[in-house]
């Protein structure tokens, strides 16, 4: 009678369909390495997302226009993201707090060339993939690359100009500050309401 080898239950093995206890272990780690991986990745992305909002919030960009504008972005179906913001103003109009509501107002009557173009500098703008969707080198996948190129340069011709701006003012802010707090007084002078906190002090008067 041939015995089973030490570790190892009958009917475990390479000639076995069933898996042995270290070939299930190391099927889990293995997937369990790989889930560990995408957890820092994402820990990380989210860090880095918050540090951003930082910055944008600095720059005096609200988060919650730059989420909106994502989720506009990213809708399959754009009609969805519209026909929440006309019913938003026409409850807004109910309650007097606006004024000339249009239902009509995001009824797009632009020519479907204007269309194109837009459609391929919002891609440009928000750095998109450069792929227009129309045939290659057709009048529509010309003009919507071109569009693209446009929207490209915006962030690339002006950004660098709008960050010195930016900087100069909070520089400027940071001096008035300064000054303000810089007035000749020590302001770690005498305070009637700071003495009479301090026991010592009282006491040496």
């Known amino acids: 009678m041939t015995k089973a080898k030490a570790g190892k239950t009958p009917g475990e093995g390479h000639n076995s369909k ?10 889990f780690f293995h997937h369990l390495r790989k889930r560990m991986a995408h957890n820092a990745d994402i820990a990380e992305a989210n860090a880095a997302k918050k540090a951003d909002g930082k910055i944008a919030q600095a720059d005096e960009i609200v988060l919650g226009d730059l989420d909106y504008a994502i989720k506009a972005i990213s809708a399959d179906d754009k009609k969805t993201v519209t026909d929440r913001f006309v019913a ?6 109910w309650l007097g707090l606006s004024s000339g509501f249009q239902s009509d107002m995001f009824r797009d009557r632009a020519p479907a060339v204007e269309k194109i173009e837009r459609a391929g500098e919002l891609a440009g ?8 969707g129309y045939a290659t080198g057709s009048d529509e996948d010309t003009r919507w690359l ?16 709008a960050m010195l701006k930016k900087n100069a003012a909070k520089a400027a802010s940071s001096d008035e500050i300064i000054k303000g707090a810089d007035n000749g007084e020590d302001p770690f002078g005498d305070d009637d309401e700071f003495d009479a906190a301090d026991p010592a002090k009282v006491a040496a008067e």
Not at 20 to 25: D, G, Q, S, V
Not at 150 to 156: H, L, T, Y
Request: aromatic content about 4%; glycine content about 4%.
């Open 88 to 93: 938003e103003g026409e409850i807004l109009s």
């Open 125 to 132: 703008l928000a750095a998109l993939d450069r792929t227009s």
């Open 146 to 161: 071109a569009a693209y190129d446009k929207g490209q340069a915006v962030v690339r011709d002006n950004f660098e100009a």
């Open 18 to 27: 069933e898996l042995t206890e270290n070939e299930r272990k190391s099927l």
